[in-house]
């Protein structure tokens, strides 16, 4: 018996599929759509095939979970999954579809608890009822918003046409604002059946009540001393929060009883937008999703397109010297990251600003080179289909960097050189000396926001979070994408899955990234010359199908759930353009992760999980 | 203080002798106020989006805005004198963002760092997303880009500062906070179906009652749009058969009209050529 369940973790997609189709002949079909891939299953089975899946073919791993509208297609909503082996292997992609009257699907957080938010998301934007949540509320928007907006036939105040470009701008030209065609001159849309009187704003006791906070909370503790919990708001404006995040914590004297992360500070509505915009268009979204590495974020997305666009005709991928330009930039990326999260871990644990201003002198260095490159510092909007924007310059020469009135001139591959092979290794020996063995930062980070490995896993947690806590995942290695396959380097892992191991993981990450760019530099000036700018990258013509492209970011997996359902001659715009944000499903381990600590510790905690709000709430 | 620092402040006809000049100095009361006042702008410490990356990248070393006068941001609005709004508002966030601006103290600034605080930015569309802090805050600087860049987001500041230079107390729309009483706070919107700003609720109460008789709640009927290019060809047209008379518009103008007439003309054809097979 142990050798058949062996046996089948290690089947390949094909014959899970097989194996799962004679099980349940009933329950399951293969996804026959042109383009699309995996099963489908009747939700009443979900449950089961969900364990099976789990437990028997060893897919442990959900790493998304998203809907789907297809009105006017096929007027169904579908409910997409994908479930991964941390031994690493592509996606099992499953599906559940349901009325759009009443969606209705079990959950599967009794399965993969990581599947909590996402599924919070889903009702959210897409209003599905998933049977069985343990806690089903609006998580990006507020209780009490009108709609959910995620369907096809929502439209939001600002609504203009279903697809860029809109006529009226080109070719027309005609240019005006789209306040004026508002009333209230805002960007509201209140529903025709709006009753002033009663309104109040239910979001805050919803949530309050969530908490079990709505009565009295008064405990007898054992000694039968009668105290009263404490509800704190860190947030959303707080400076440890990284952003405009916040948590509701109760404490029961300093010590945390529960916390609630709350979020949607900064919904930007990049997935709605992303509906909207064409193929190219969402490339500079992408940027402005995790803005601190736009380019790995470029990279996700291209990686999705291009699966799409490899289905149609024209495609060529891209050249050898554009994949070592995008493994180059997306290895700095990783160090900038890294280098302003370290940082901001130590400025939490209340070295105020001198280690985060020491990084942040590299990351500067790094930014200069992103600028001469791509022209921006930050949202680089590099990556293009099947290519990159452009090769890099021979000289980062910038008016920008006005220094004693002399600009900066250097040649592009010394200026590298010389960051890969002294710079970058100096300063992280020397902010190795000064940091890692200092007394106070292991006082406050060992054995504080232990995640044991099993529940990393369960809770869907990726990147450096996962890694600490001893489960050597990277899709770098489980998944290879771009040139990885023929590069040497080592995925670290920790072993306690506490704060102090996703800061050893980190820095040892950044010294492995240093190591891949040595050896990116030689390829670099052997493949001098090539193209790297391909026509398909601003005018793809992608083919009606589905790609799910990730890729490891500084963060963690960052996946792009892409579907494509126009025509080729048509409109190119993505039907569902969903992104799976490594520091959203991250958070799903926060709570569990602070309770028992003291509040100081819990901005560490935070601080060690490394989030960035414009991925959390998109 | 540095001596150039006094002679700076000097605001009067009365001389002061040239050996003085470092330690006094005769000053008008505006002067002086400005002076201090734009000499030590605190700016909360708030980030809102990709925006405030940068604004943590002009506040630390390399751009480093202590050297204006922004000594330190602090975390809590009373201390702090300058908002600067770094990034995406969206309706959720603007609830406590007006909140923290109520708590500052006056006299009190706010800058709208980057596109998304100034007016909507990428996300404008977005249905969380409020097109630019300025509907519901009044804003003195806003920062174009995004994001702007350090260098454009200290000329922002250095514009505020000169801005505060330009304020007299006499003035009472200048510095509003010299008035009689307390000063209002704004009001801090709500969150129902879509936000409530307080100051609309009756133009939302009319409307919602016109909607209740089936008129279209909210949508503002536009003038027909005019397109400039056609009203342009007509005058082009007059322009030729009085060869050149005075009302027509000038040569450059019209050729680079007809250039993009011809333009559309041909993308028209290609449309209707593309549709035909
Ligand atoms: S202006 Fe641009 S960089 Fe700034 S917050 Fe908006 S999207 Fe981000």
């Known amino acids: ?492 892992a920790g072993k306690n899955g506490d704060i102090y191991d996703r800061f050893l993981v980190r820095f040892q990450e950044m010294r492995e990234s240093v190591r891949i760019l040595k050896q990116i530099l030689p390829r670099l000036e052997q493949s001098q010359g090539e193209a790297v700018v391909t026509k398909i990258g601003h005018t793809p013509r992608v083919p009606v199908g589905e790609a799910y492209g990730r890729v490891e970011n500084p963060k963690g997996e960052l996946g792009y759930y892409v579907v494509s359902e126009g025509d080729p001659k048509g409109p190119q715009n993505p039907w569902r353009y969903h992104v799976r944000a490594p520091s959203f499903i991250n958070l799903t381990a926060l709570g569990p992760m602070c309770v028992g600590h003291k509040v100081a510790d819990v901005v560490t905690i935070l601080g060690s999980i490394d989030i960035v709000l414009g991925e959390t709430d998109r | 203080m540095a001596q150039t620092d006094l002679r700076a402040l000097q605001d009067t006809e009365f001389p002061v002798p040239e050996e003085l000049q470092a330690n006094i100095a005769i000053t008008s009361l505006d002067k002086i106020y400005n002076w201090s006042r734009r000499s030590s702008m605190w700016p909360l410490l708030f980030g809102l989006a990709c925006c405030a990356i940068e604004m943590i990248g002009t506040a630390a070393s390399r751009f480093d805005f202590s050297r204006f006068g922004f000594e330190v941001m602090r975390g809590s609005p009373r201390q702090s004198d300058l908002m600067i709004v770094s990034g995406t508002v969206t309706k959720k966030m603007i609830v406590p963002i007006v909140r923290l601006y109520n708590q500052m103290p006056e006299p009190k600034y706010v800058l709208a760092m980057g596109a998304c605080a100034s007016g909507g930015g990428p996300f404008k569309e977005g249905y969380n997303v409020v097109s630019g802090v300025d509907k519901y805050l009044p804003v003195d600087v806003y920062v174009p880009g995004c994001p702007p860049t350090p260098q454009a987001l200290l000329y922002g500041m250095i514009t505020l500062q000169k801005k505060i230079d330009g304020q007299s107390l006499a003035n009472l729309d200048d510095v509003p906070w010299y008035g009689v009483g307390p000063s209002e706070p704004t009001p801090v919107p709500v969150l129902g179906p879509d936000i409530i700003d307080p100051r609309q609720m009756e133009l939302i109460r009319e409307q919602a009652q016109q909607a209740a008789l089936e008129a279209p709640f909210g949508a503002r009927e536009l003038p027909a749009w005019v397109n400039p290019a056609e009203v342009a060809q007509e005058t082009t047209v007059v322009e030729e058969t009085q060869d050149g008379a005075e009302d027509g518009i000038d040569p450059a103008t019209a050729a680079r009209i007809r250039k993009r007439e011809e333009a559309m003309a041909r993308l028209a054809a290609r449309r209707a050529a593309k549709g035909g097979q």
């Open chain 1, 1 to 492: 018996m142990m050798d058949v369940v062996a046996d089948k973790t290690q089947l390949d997609i094909s014959a899970s599929i097989e194996l799962l189709r004679e099980r349940w002949p009933d329950a399951i079909s293969h996804d026959n759509r042109d383009g699309f891939s995996g099963i489908i299953v009747d939700p009443a089975q979900l449950d089961d095939v969900a364990l099976a899946i789990r437990d028997e073919l060893g897919f442990d791993y959900l790493s998304s979970v998203t809907g789907v509208d297809y009105l006017g297609i096929a007027d169904h909503m579908e409910v997409v999954y994908h479930a991964c082996r941390t031994s690493g292997g592509p996606a099992l992609v499953f599906k559940a579809q349901t009325g759009r009257d009443d969606p209705r699907v079990p959950s599967l957080v009794s399965v993969w608890p990581g599947a909590d938010f996402q599924e919070r998301e889903a009702y959210d934007l897409y209003g599905i009822h998933f049977d069985g949540h343990p806690d089903l509320r609006r998580i990006l928007l507020w209780d009490g918003f009108d709609g959910h907006p995620l369907r096809k036939d929502w439209q939001e105040a600002y609504f203009e046409e279903e697809h860029k470009p809109f006529d009226s701008r080109w070719p027309g030209g005609q240019v005006y604002r789209a306040e004026e065609k508002n009333v209230f001159g805002k960007n509201v849309r209140y529903p025709d059946d709006l009753d002033l009187g009663r309104l109040n704003d239910v979001s805050e006791s919803d949530l309050y009540q969530g908490l079990g906070l709505g009565v009295d909370v008064q405990a007898l503790d054992s000694d039968g001393l009668r105290t009263d919990r404490l509800v704190v708001n860190l947030g959303p404006h707080h400076p440890s929060t990284h952003g405009v995040f916040r948590m509701v914590v109760t404490l029961d004297g300093e010590t945390i009883a529960s916390l609630d992360p709350v979020m949607g500070y900064l919904h930007r509505n990049h997935e709605k937008i992303g509906e909207r915009n064409s193929f190219l268009h969402n490339m500079p979204f992408t940027d402005r999703l995790d803005y601190i590495s736009s380019m790995s974020n470029n990279l996700g997305y291209a990686l999705a397109v291009e699966q799409l666009l490899s289905q149609g005709a024209r495609y060529s991928p891209p050249t050898y010297r554009a994949e070592c330009l995008r493994v180059l930039m997306v290895e700095l990326t990783r160090i900038v990251n890294h280098l302003w999260s370290l940082g901001f871990l130590l400025n939490d644990l209340g070295a105020f600003f001198t280690p985060m201003l020491y990084a942040n002198n590299e990351r500067e260095k790094i930014l200069d080179f992103f600028e001469a490159t791509s022209g921006s510092r930050l949202m680089c909007n590099y990556m293009r289909f099947a290519g990159v924007y452009r090769d890099i310059p021979e000289r980062i020469r910038s008016v920008a960097n006005l220094v004693n009135d002399k600009v900066r001139d250097y040649n592009t591959m010394d200026y590298l050189t010389e960051m890969v092979n002294e710079r970058l290794p100096r300063f992280l020996d020397e902010y190795d000396t000064l940091l890692t063995r200092n007394e106070i930062l292991r006082e406050r980070t060992v054995g504080v926001g232990v995640l044991l490995a099993e529940d990393a896993i369960a809770l869907s947690t990726c990147g450096p979070l996962l890694r600490a806590s001893g489960v050597p995942y990277d899709v770098r290695r489980a998944d290879p994408y771009s040139i990885y396959p023929e590069l040497d380097f080592n995925i670290p």
